[in-house]
C-alpha cells in the first residue's frame, strides 16, 4: 500500500513522449521475466497509475526527477544493458535495475544481495561510486520530498493576465511574452532588481510534447484536457518565483499592501508527505 500523497507522485503536466502504455499483467510479467526479478509491490501500484515519467516527490539534494516506466519508449527500466559501464566501475552491476538516471549517474533497484527485496542505491559510473539510498523500495518512498522551494502562491480568481499586470504596476517591472516551449503552459517572466522573476499559474495542461517531438500528432490531443500542478491549491491560483529567494518577504510585504494575497507554498503544503 502506496502513502495517500504518494499517489499523487506523478508531475502535472506529464511529459508525455516519457509515459509508457497503460501497464497490464502481461506486461509487467514479461518485464520481470526480463530483468529477472520481481519488482516491489509498491513501484508496480505507482506504474499502474501511470506508466513512467517526471514526479513531484523527489530524492532530496540528488539530481533525482523521474521513476522510469515499463514499455518500449525512452527510457524504460527494462532497456539498460551494463556491458558497456562494466570497464569501469569497480563494482558488480549485474543485479542493479535502474529507475532513473542520465548515463552518468543512477539510482537502482539493488537485487545484488537479496533476489526478493532489493535495496536502492545510487551509483555514479563515471566517478566509480556506490552508496546505499535505502534498506527497500518502501523505505525510498519515505525519504522522497515534494519538490517545491521558494515558490510563492498567489491567492486569486483573476486571470494569469491580470494579476501579471497587477505585479508588474506593483514592483515596476515589465514581464516578457510568456513562454510555453519548456512547459506546455504560460511562464512569465521579467526581472526585479537582480532576481528573475517568474509567474505561473497552478491550472495547466494535463499533458504536454513539443511540435518538433517524433509523436507530436501521436499524442497531441491528450494536451487538451487540464490538471492543476499541486492538487492542494485552489486551481485558480498562481505561482510568483524568485531566483534569489531573499527578496521574497520583500515581494510579499509590497504585493502584500496591495491587497495581493500572497505567501509562501510551504504554508499551505507540507513537503514531506508523512507531516
Known amino acids: 500500500m502506496i502513502n495517500k500523497e504518494l499517489k499523487n507522485i506523478w508531475s502535472v ?22 530483468i529477472g526479478f520481481k519488482l516491489p509491490n509498491e513501484l508496480v501500484e505507482i506504474l499502474k497509475i501511470q506508466n513512467g515519467g517526471y514526479v513531484r516527490y523527489k530524492l532530496p539534494e540528488t539530481p533525482h526527477g523521474q521513476i522510469m516506466g515499463i514499455g518500449p519508449y525512452f527510457p524504460s527500466l527494462t532497456d539498460l544493458d551494463w556491458t558497456e559501464y562494466k570497464e569501469y566501475v569497480s563494482f558488480e552491476l549485474d543485479g542493479l535495475v535502474p529507475i532513473d538516471g542520465d548515463g552518468h549517474w543512477y539510482i537502482c533497484l539493488d537485487y545484488r544481495e537479496n533476489k526478493e527485496k532489493p535495496k536502492v542505491t545510487w551509483i555514479d559510473v563515471e566517478c566509480d561510486n556506490q552508496e546505499d539510498i535505502a534498506n527497500s523500495f518502501t523505505d525510498f518512498l519515505e525519504l522522497l520530498e515534494l519538490d517545491i522551494e521558494n515558490e ?32 506546455g503552459y504560460a511562464n512569465y517572466r521579467s526581472k526585479y532588481k537582480d532576481s528573475w522573476v517568474w509567474l505561473t499559474p497552478n491550472k495547466v495542461p494535463s499533458g504536454f510534447i513539443r511540435e518538433n517531438d517524433t ?3 501521436e499524442l497531441k490531443d491528450q494536451m487538451n484536457t487540464f490538471s492543476v500542478k499541486h492538487n492542494e491549491i485552489s486551481a485558480t491560483n498562481l505561482f510568483l518565483e524568485l531566483s534569489d529567494e531573499d527578496l521574497n518577504n520583500e515581494v ?23 507531516s
Request: proline share 9%.
Open 13 to 34: 503536466p506529464k511529459y508525455l513522449p516519457y509515459i509508457q502504455p497503460k501497464l497490464t499483467p502481461e506486461i509487467l510479467e514479461n518485464a520481470e521475466k526480463q
Open 152 to 183: 510563492l502562491v498567489v491567492e486569486t480568481d483573476n486571470t494569469i493576465d491580470f494579476v501579471a499586470n497587477q505585479i508588474e504596476t506593483i514592483l515596476q517591472i515589465k514581464f516578457e511574452e510568456p513562454e510555453y516551449f519548456n512547459s
Open 215 to 217: 509523436r507530436f500528432n
Open 252 to 274: 510579499i510585504a509590497k504585493l502584500t499592501e496591495n491587497e495581493i494575497v500572497i505567501k509562501p507554498i510551504t504554508e499551505i503544503v507540507h513537503k514531506s508527505p508523512n
